[in-house]
């Protein structure tokens, strides 16, 4: 949770061949009261099934679910206070972001050598709410996201690794 409040105040003129022109219009004197909170959850479950000395199944689960919350409020100054609310400087705003992720992964394994390929299937959505303006606006997506990774251990201080993965959000 975060909270900030201030004053944003600026005088401004305008010149016209050479000469200051008044222009209320230019100046701004605002109190900015901001609010946000974030809560995320996140899970993971690993399963790995030796099929030989060597050979090796992994199964995962991903799970993310965070929720936001922003609220920006600005308040014109007038008549002693800030109490003229500026809609165009204000917004309120929630976003709910959910991501399920699976794979499956093969891996081979020696003294010196570990060679690894395998795939994640993610959905993920995304809502947000502009709650001011009563809009709603949704995101989803779904992703194949393969890998693969090598080392090879010369020694047990030189290693060479080789890596490939994609991502998505």
């Not at 309120?92 to 395998?118: C, P, Q, S, W």
């Amino acid at each position: 949770n975060d909270n900030a409040n201030g004053i944003l105040k600026s005088e401004n003129t305008s010149y016209y061949s050479g000469i200051p022109v008044s222009d209320d219009s230019l100046s701004v004197n605002q109190k900015k009261i901001n609010a946000s909170e974030t809560v995320n959850h996140s899970a993971k479950l690993t399963y790995t099934e030796p099929l030989t000395k060597k050979i090796k199944l992994e199964f995962e689960y991903t799970f993310n679910y965070n929720v936001s919350k922003q609220d920006k409020k600005s308040n014109n100054f007038a008549n002693g206070d800030y109490t003229v609310a500026d809609p165009l400087y204000s917004n309120n705003f929630k976003n709910i972001y959910m991501l399920n992720k699976a794979g499956v992964k093969f891996i081979y394994e020696t003294k010196k050598t570990r060679f690894a390929v395998g795939t994640r299937a993610q959905q993920r959505e995304m809502v947000s709410y502009n709650i001011l303006e009563n809009q709603k606006f949704s995101q989803s997506g779904n992703s194949l996201l393969p890998y693969l990774t090598y080392t090879y251990r010369s020694s047990d201080t030189k290693r060479l690794n080789f890596s490939y993965y994609t991502a998505a959000n």
